[in-house]
């Protein structure tokens, strides 16, 4: 028998940090209602550059619970999502072809991270629903759009995602929903060439290290 190389420790997922699926639900319904208490800072009139901590209460993120809906669909990294324009969605075939990522600036579309990041994944028919929902509100092209008709940057949105896993202490990133994914592929039974063309690893080894 080969025993497969390892990568170095802290590198595998473990099974800590696949998110439970309660887990998920309730990120996503905190997401979609709002009430998530966090911290922010804000200027204190008159003195230049000094800040006071305040608490604020998010408002519904109904584009980033929708995200991370599409998050836990495709296995997608979160740039990637970010970089995600209608054109991209064949729901004729039901499948998202993956061809380039948002740019840290927010402002372009750029390569993948790797070549075998180009890929088509298959979606079901929930998240189907939800990305036709998200087309009928684009008005630039961009799936996931603001208010201004801009693709949400991965920090911000991984911002808001932060200040309700926060408030419910569950522990998740978006990262984390591509290893939720990767896992119940996994358990379904899809074999590991498949999982690695989905999630765009380079080699079938490379996804055996990580998810063995």
Same mark, same amino acid.
């Given at each position: 028998?080969?025993?497969?190389? #390892?990568? +170095?420790?802290?590198?595998?997922?473990?099974?800590?940090? =696949? *998110?439970?699926? @309660?887990?998920?639900?309730? &990120?996503?319904?905190?997401?979609?209602?709002?009430?998530?208490?966090?911290?922010?800072?804000?200027?204190?009139?008159?003195?230049?550059?000094?800040?006071?901590?305040?608490?604020?209460?998010?408002?519904?993120?109904?584009?980033?619970?929708?995200?991370?809906?599409?998050?836990?669909?495709?296995?997608?990294?979160?740039?990637?999502?970010?970089?995600?324009?209608?054109?991209?969605?064949?729901f004729l075939r039901k499948e998202v072809r993956v061809e380039a990522?948002?740019?840290?600036?927010?402002?372009? #579309?750029? +390569?993948?991270?790797?070549?075998?990041?180009?890929?088509? =994944? *298959?979606?079901? @028919?929930?998240?189907?629903? &939800?990305?036709?929902?998200?087309?009928?509100?684009?008005?630039?092209?961009?799936?996931?759009?603001?208010?201004?008709?801009?693709?949400?940057?991965?920090?911000?949105?991984?911002?808001?995602?932060?200040?309700?896993?926060?408030?419910?202490?569950?522990?998740?990133?978006?990262?984390?929903?591509?290893?939720?994914?990767?896992?119940?592929?996994?358990?379904?039974?899809?074999?590991?060439?498949?999982?690695?063309?989905?999630?765009?690893?380079?080699?079938?080894?490379?996804?055996?290290?990580?998810?063995?």
């Amino acid at each position: 028998v080969v025993k497969l190389p #390892r990568l +170095p420790a802290g590198v595998e997922v473990l099974r800590s940090d =696949i *998110p439970e699926m @309660d887990t998920i639900r309730t &990120v996503v319904s905190t997401l979609d209602s709002g009430g998530a208490v966090y911290a922010s800072r804000e200027r204190v009139p008159g003195h230049r550059g000094k800040f006071s901590p305040v608490t604020r209460v998010q408002e519904p993120q109904l584009i980033i619970a929708d995200m991370v809906r599409a998050a836990i669909g495709t296995g997608m990294r979160l740039s990637e999502l970010c970089g995600l324009r209608v054109e991209d969605i064949d729901f004729l075939r039901k499948e998202v072809r993956v061809e380039a990522q948002l740019a840290p600036g927010g402002k372009e #579309r750029v +390569p993948t991270k790797t070549l075998s990041s180009v890929r088509t =994944i *298959p979606i079901a @028919d929930d998240l189907i629903a &939800v990305l036709k929902g998200r087309v009928a509100a684009s008005t630039q092209g961009w799936i996931f759009e603001t208010a201004r008709g801009t693709p949400y940057r991965a920090a911000s949105a991984g911002g808001e995602l932060r200040k309700t896993v926060t408030h419910l202490r569950a522990g998740v990133t978006f990262h984390s929903f591509r290893h939720l994914y990767a896992s119940r592929l996994i358990s379904a039974g899809v074999s590991v060439k498949q999982v690695q063309r989905v999630l765009g690893h380079a080699t079938a080894s490379t996804t055996l290290d990580v998810y063995a």
